[in-house]
């Protein structure tokens, strides 16, 4: 019998019966374990005894954060979030309650890291004064000269802080003054309502003896170091972050302040598909899933095991037009839009009615809003009247959106669908994130859909940050010499009487120039785990996960 | 999928090599004409549904239905409708004009674009050649579903650039067929003839080249066209190629996906079926033209 | 060596063209329309931080020097820094590759093994129904479009099935793999990590299928065919005849010889399986460099693009390239 080896190294397997049941049984271990890692992924959370709260809390995201550098990070929602958990912050809003709902209260600043945030007798120096004892996770104490150090570094990073010190009348870091160990001044240029609120984004603290460690003459504020290594001190320390597996965060038992973390460790983990998040959450695989999309809400309201946390938002959805584009830059074909928008029909089927009208730019729950300030509806002839008054018949122009955002694409095609009706023919074009940057830059886009909420709770910031001339959101271009004057005189006013006088006189002029078709503010809505329960409705988007707990 | 053209890659290695040569019996010469009848049937069976789309559907593409968005199939909608309240039969039907259309056109093109690459390259030899083929390595040193990404991505969306897209990404790949089936047949002794009995370049090219280049070209394009779909709807799904509210099926499935996980299965199933019948149907055209091809080789 | 001198000319025939691939990027990356520094300021920055943030990332300074800094830093393995993250663009497509890698080694390996398999089973029941069935179905595999086929298996294998964990991550956390190469079955290996292997294992198994799936059809046709080259060959028939046994007729004849063109196949099909991959990646969220690279596309980040599309055609030209001394190593009538 010759011999059975073949001649030379061929790498080929035997293709013998022996084979195939060596494979057979490859693919049958494939499944075993497949089996055994699905069972160990799925008990994770229902692994503490009942009636205890439960040690962990599983929360899913759609994306990694680009850095964990605050003063050089670009716009990242996501690492936003994350900030505002693991920073310590020196003061933050307070907690009220409203129509049995938790939200935090922009009336209420209190100090959370601090000791205390007062200002002086004309209110243009405030001091802070910090507690003692408060350390970093390096042992070094949290002192005025990390306060100082920080803030110096925001005004050189020229980037989002400093740019909301400058409605607060802080331009220049020597405006910032180290009083001694545990006291810090800020001398502003005037005394503005804004302060608290503006502050209460803006005081966040490095461990700047550790940075100095890691600064050198080119990088003298350690931004290689920041970018890639986690802030530590916060509410929550960071104990370990993996790219592309997750981010896990343990509770500060060092933290000073009022409410402290509720739940001891929250492990973060990235899943960008929206349809992946349900599922993780339907199988209790996480128990909070930031991330999902308007049409699987209505879905998990019928879902055993989870709830949809629901409250009243102040987040606009609008379309912007340009006024210095044409055909919009007639105040009449604004109009006509303004009348074509099927409200009610957004309303119902890109958010199964889970949003509210509104009647004027102010949002609804800003001190001052006014239904005076959008007597606009969907009127179909009105429109068309509109049009005529403008000397037009037919109109063409085109709608952008962002590329990957379901509920924009939705409501342009609704949009797109009820113009075409009264004579506004609109291309629709989804935009991806640097092109649509780009374009805005150019001021370039007769109509865009945007979202978002403001900040701060006052109509100056919103004056400031959209409607005034050259403001970073003012993408309609927009321009009116009353209402810059009207702006200036806010600086100084205080007294809320007078100021909602002012922003009474606001809303009628932005009325009569209709800048904005704005369509309607969409609730919020988070869907958990039945088992979660202590959520606080941040105004700002970021959510508080120190409130956040679960019962087994 | 994987893009069956027989030649690819910026090695010379298979620059000469024609199609894998396989033996068969009779049988499969019958099998190859099985394969073709089938493939050219389902084909002609959809081109069919989609031109006479508007005679098969109640509702048009874009017509936004105000009973409701997510609707079960049922009543008018068989399909029932998608998230913008749209009618998927419909769209169905009708997304099948753009798919075989911009696929067709693109395939088209590029056979066109590649065929003349191919020839001059291939006839003319020389620095042309070299030039050619040289910048035609470049392109292929790309996997093509990256250089398509690429091309879109500057381009932009729209039907017309789509076809300049795909057709951009797919003409190399002809060119290099084309080139060594013409650098083969160059040696041929009856062109010596033509060209010495005064018969211009491209009078040679034209009637005894060309005819003789283009027969693997006509197996592979099938495969092509089936490819060519691929990639428009991979590109829509990604959001870089058809876009909203133009029905396509690439982009159907990508407004449906997220329902699928919710039981929804008639927003993105149907779509993704009719591309998978589609491209299966150019498919077993592409082999069945093959498998006779290589009979007759033998 | 007569191979280190192919090996070596080869080589040399490929620089020119990855030179010519560092031009193209470098210049298709900069026409795309968008601006990618706009996208990391936000709205609310100024022109001044604009211009600081340009200089930064040194996208001030004139093409032809930005193009020279650039191939500076390649001669000294710096791919710059994501306008994105700030990171170093090295460090971010070192920790992305290997999940990369072995998915689609994985997928091409367990692709060649069917295709083998299947392929050689085929061909010695050619024409009759099994064969037919096997090609129709590696056909059907072939035109499926991968991201729907993912979703399928997902909303199949997880949800309905519950066989395969949800399509988050890559390994369970609580097994706490220490990452070294960032391919969690060689560092599960490398660290002797049980749990985590298992678990790795499990992750990978819906996409590499889905992957595999959808490669199988060439590779199969191929083997397929050279089996047929053979079956029918003078050689084989003598050998038959002789009265050899079906077991060293297929080692010793079959399987080398079919195996012959496989190489240059799987490597075409190991492009195409890159390209795949950032469609699969975003299905099953998987982290890795196709998800990388598309991002860096959608924001126009410079460096980032430039860094992945080398790398890819980086890869696709050495894979094409061992495909071809492999094929002649195996293929006596090729000269080297």
């Known amino acids: 019998m010759a011999g059975t080896s073949p001649r030379g190294g061929s790498a080929s397997p035997a293709l013998s019966r022996r084979s195939v049941l060596q494979i057979g049984g490859i693919g049958a271990f494939l499944f075993a374990t497949g089996a055994c890692a699905s069972g160990s992924g799925t008990d994770g959370s229902d692994d503490a005894s009942p009636g205890t709260a439960a040690d962990t809390l599983r929360i899913a995201v759609s994306s990694y954060l680009s850095s964990w550098d605050q003063d050089f990070v670009g716009f990242d929602p996501i690492a936003l979030m994350l900030y505002k958990n693991v920073f310590p912050y020196m003061i933050d809003y307070g907690v009220t309650e409203v129509d049995g709902s938790r939200i935090l209260d922009t009336e209420n600043i209190v100090a959370t890291f601090a000791e205390s945030f007062e200002p002086n007798e004309d209110q243009t120096v405030w001091t802070l004064k910090l507690r003692r004892g408060v350390t970093f996770a390096s042992g070094n104490e949290m002192t005025a000269a990390d306060v100082k150090w920080s803030k110096d570094r925001a005004f050189a990073a020229q980037a989002n802080v400093a740019g909301i010190y400058r409605t607060i009348g802080l331009t220049e870091p020597d405006q910032v003054t180290i009083v001694d160990d545990y006291t810090v001044q800020f001398t502003q240029a005037f005394p503005s309502a804004l302060t608290r609120q503006i502050q209460a984004i803006s005081l966040y603290v490095f461990d700047s003896e550790e940075a100095k460690k890691h600064a050198t003459d080119a990088d003298p504020w350690a931004t290689e170091w920041f970018a890639n290594n986690a802030p530590t001190g916060g509410y929550f320390n960071v104990e370990r972050a993996v790219q592309g597996q997750e981010i896990v965060l343990a509770a500060n038992e060092g933290y000073p302040g009022p409410d402290p973390a509720q739940t001891k460790t929250i492990r973060i983990s990235v899943v960008p598909a929206a349809a992946n998040q349900r599922l993780q959450l339907e199988a209790g695989d996480i128990d909070v899933a930031l991330g999902i999309g308007q049409r699987d809400i209505a879905d998990l309201k019928n879902t055993d095991g989870v709830k949809v946390i629901s409250a009243a938002s102040n987040e606009q959805v609008a379309i912007q037009m340009s006024v210095t584009t044409a055909p919009f830059d007639n105040v009449d074909v604004r109009k006509a839009l303004a009348h074509a928008v099927p409200y009610d029909q957004i309303i119902n089927n890109v958010y199964g009615g889970d949003a509210r009208p509104t009647k004027s730019l102010v949002p609804l729950d800003m001190p001052g809003y006014d239904e005076r300030g959008y007597p606009y509806g969907y009127d179909p002839d009105a429109a068309r009247a509109a049009l005529a008054a403008a000397g037009v018949d037919q109109i063409s122009s085109e709608l952008v959106y962002a590329t990957d955002n379901d509920t924009q694409q939705q409501i342009a095609v609704l949009v797109q669908s009820e113009a075409r009706k009264v004579g506004i023919e609109l291309e629709l074009v989804p935009l991806d994130p640097a092109t649509l940057a780009e374009r805005r830059q150019q001021k370039n886009i007769p109509l865009q859909i945007t979202a978002g909420q403001l900040w701060v709770n006052d109509v100056e910031y919103m004056l400031a940050t959209s409607f005034v001339e050259g403001a970073n959101l003012n993408y309609s271009n927009y321009v009116n010499p009353e209402l810059e004057e009207i702006y200036e005189r806010s600086h100084t006013v205080v007294d809320p009487a007078e100021r909602n006088e002012l922003w009474l006189r606001v809303q009628e002029i932005l009325a009569a120039d209709v800048p904005w078709a704005i369509l309607c503010q969409p609730n919020f809505n988070l869907p958990v785990r039945e088992e979660v329960s202590g959520w606080v409705q941040p105004m700002d988007g970021l959510a508080r996960l120190r409130y956040l707990s679960a019962s087994a | 999928m994987v893009d069956l053209r027989a030649a690819g890659g910026p090695a010379d290695s298979a620059d000469d090599a024609a199609p894998v040569v396989a033996t068969g019996t009779a049988r499969g010469g019958r099998f190859a004409t099985v394969l073709i009848s089938v493939g050219a049937t389902i084909l002609a069976v959809v081109a069919l549904a989609a031109i006479a789309a508007p005679l098969l559907s109640s509702w048009g593409p874009q017509e936004i239905d105000p009973a409701g968005t997510l609707l079960p199939p049922g009543g008018s909608h068989p399909l029932g409708t998608d998230i913008n309240g749209m009618d998927v039969w419909s769209r169905l039907l009708h997304a099948g004009r753009l798919d075989l259309g911009i696929a067709v056109a693109a395939v088209a093109l590029a056979v066109l674009a590649g065929t003349t690459l191919g020839l001059v390259a291939g006839y003319f030899g020389g620095w042309i050649d070299d030039v050619l083929m040289r910048l035609l390595d470049i392109f292929q040193a790309f996997p093509t579903f990256i250089l398509a990404l690429a091309v879109a991505a500057l381009l932009g969306g729209g039907t017309v650039n789509l076809i300049l897209t795909i057709a951009l990404v797919n003409a190399p790949g002809y060119a290099r067929l084309v080139r060594a089936e013409v650098r083969s047949v160059r040696e041929l002794p009856f062109i010596d003839a033509a060209v010495t009995s005064g018969a211009s370049h491209l009078g040679v090219l034209w009637r005894h080249v060309l005819p003789n280049s283009l027969t693997p070209v006509r197996v592979i394009a099938p495969l092509g066209c089936g490819w060519a779909m691929l990639t428009l709807a991979g590109l829509s799904f990604l959001g870089l190629g058809i876009s909203v509210p133009t029905a396509e099926w690439g982009s159907m499935i990508s407004l449906g996906s997220p329902d699928v996980v919710a039981g929804r299965w008639w927003t993105s199933v149907p779509p993704g079926l009719f591309l998978l019948i589609s491209v299966f149907g150019f498919s077993l055209l592409g082999e069945g033209l093959q498998e006779r091809a290589e009979a007759k080789r033998r | ?336």
Not at chain 3, 175 to 181: E, K, M, S, V
Not at chain 3, 294 to 311: E, H, K, N, T
């Open chain 3, 1 to 336: 060596m007569r191979i280190a001198r192919f090996v070596a000319r080869r080589l040399l025939q490929l620089v020119p063209v990855l030179l010519g691939v560092i031009v193209a990027t470098f210049v298709l990356v900069r026409v795309l329309p968008g601006d990618p520094i706009r996208t990391i300021l936000g709205p609310n920055a100024t022109e001044v931080e604009a211009a600081a943030a340009r200089a930064r990332y040194g996208l001030d300074q004139p093409l032809w020097k930005q193009f020279l800094d650039y191939l500076g830093g390649l001669l000294t393995g710096d791919l710059g820094t994501s306008i994105q993250s700030g990171n170093a663009v090295a460090g971010e497509l070192a920790l992305r590759v290997g999940p990369t890698l072995q998915l689609v080694v994985l997928a091409v390996a367990v692709a060649v093994l069917i295709a083998v398999v299947g392929g050689i089973w085929s061909a010695r029941r050619a024409d009759r129904a099994a064969d037919h069935g096997i090609r129709v179905l590696a056909l059907i595999g072939n035109s499926v479009p991968e991201f729907w086929l993912g979703l399928v298996l997902v909303l199949v294998g997880y949800s309905m099935l519950g066989w395969f964990p949800a399509p988050s991550g890559r390994v369970d956390p609580d097994t706490n793999l220490t990452p070294i190469t960032g391919a969690e079955l060689i560092d599960a290996a490398l660290t002797a990590n049980g749990p985590a292997f298992t678990s790795a294992l499990a992750h990978l198994a819906l996409p590499v299928a889905t992957l595999a799936i959808v490669v199988v059809a060439p590779l199969l046709r191929s083997v397929r065919a050279s089996a047929l080259e053979v079956l029918h060959s003078e050689a084989y028939t003598a050998a038959a005849a002789h009265g050899l046994r079906d077991r060293l007729l297929r080692r010793g004849y079959l399987v080398r010889s079919a195996l012959v063109r496989l190489p240059s196949l799987a490597a075409l099909v190991f492009g195409t399986a890159v390209g795949s991959t950032v469609l699969i990646e975003y299905v099953y969220s998987w982290q890795g460099f196709g998800q990388w690279a598309l991002r860096g596309l959608l924001y126009r980040d410079f460096p980032v693009v430039q860094a992945s599309v080398l790398l890819i055609a980086v890869c696709y030209v050495l894979v094409f390239l061992i495909a071809d001394v492999v094929h002649a190593i195996l293929d006596p009538r090729v000269k080297i």
